[in-house]
T-cell receptor, first 112, second 113 residues
């Protein structure tokens, strides 16, 4: 059973470009969470999704950020018009609906 | 302030010694989890303890939970150099299971060979 997969592992964007981060949950998991980690800090919750539904987006900035988890395919975290402050590691986690969350390896976004 | 706060921020010990890390939180929880993160890598789930449990063991790990003090501790016995990593506690809110986790800032553990 493959773990949570994220791609790309590293992403470099110039200011103003768009960043698309993908997350494929573990097989059988219908709950997906996105977290952001700034250097030397803990993870901060961004958004919680189930298939085709956003359950909790209270941690996600209202501007420029969006997330989806379609019926088919991976979950996507999209950041439009990136700024330097968006540089961080973005982690996706999946869960079968119980409390334990399994994390992917993360996408490290660098905004030049 | 953070929901989960680890203490100490950094810990350096010799191989073979025990390492104890503490975590405090503020609101009522459904569960508390500990994760390990090696430098530049993803998080590895170590152990989950539910709010109605007081102690849990997994290999060389022992976790305690005191809901009256809103605190938890992670003990790693007979540490190894490979245990060098950052350790985070994360809490799940009481009001919903399967919901978001709130992480602390982490304890950086260094185990010297």
């Amino acid at each position: 059973n493959a773990g949570v997969m994220q791609n790309p592992r590293h992403l470099v964007r110039r200011r103003g470009q768009e960043a698309r981060l993908r997350c494929s949950p573990m097989k059988g998991h219908s709950h997906v969470y996105w977290y952001r980690q700034l250097p030397e800090e803990g993870l901060k919750f961004m958004v919680y999704l189930q298939k085709e539904n956003i359950i909790d987006e209270s941690g996600m900035p209202k501007e420029r950020f969006s997330a989806e988890f379609p019926k088919e395919g991976p979950s996507i975290l999209r950041i439009q018009q990136v700024v330097r402050g968006d540089s961080a590691a973005y982690f996706c986690a999946s869960s079968p609906g119980h409390n334990e969350q399994f994390f992917g390896p993360g996408t490290r976004l660098t905004v030049l | 302030s953070q929901q989960g706060e680890e203490d100490p921020q950094a810990l350096s010990i010799q191989e073979g010694e025990n390492a104890t890390m503490n975590c405090s939180y503020k609101t009522s929880i459904n569960n508390l989890q500990w994760y390990r993160q090696n430098s530049g890598r993803g998080l590895v789930h170590l152990i989950l303890i539910r709010s109605n449990e007081r102690e849990k063991h997994s290999g060389r790990l022992r976790v305690t939970l005191d809901t009256s003090k809103k605190s938890s501790s992670l003990l790693i016995t007979a540490s190894r150099a490979a245990d060098t990593a950052s350790y985070f506690c994360a809490t799940g809110p009481e009001w919903a299971s399967g919901s978001r986790l709130t992480f602390g800032e982490g304890t950086q553990l260094t185990v010297n060979p």
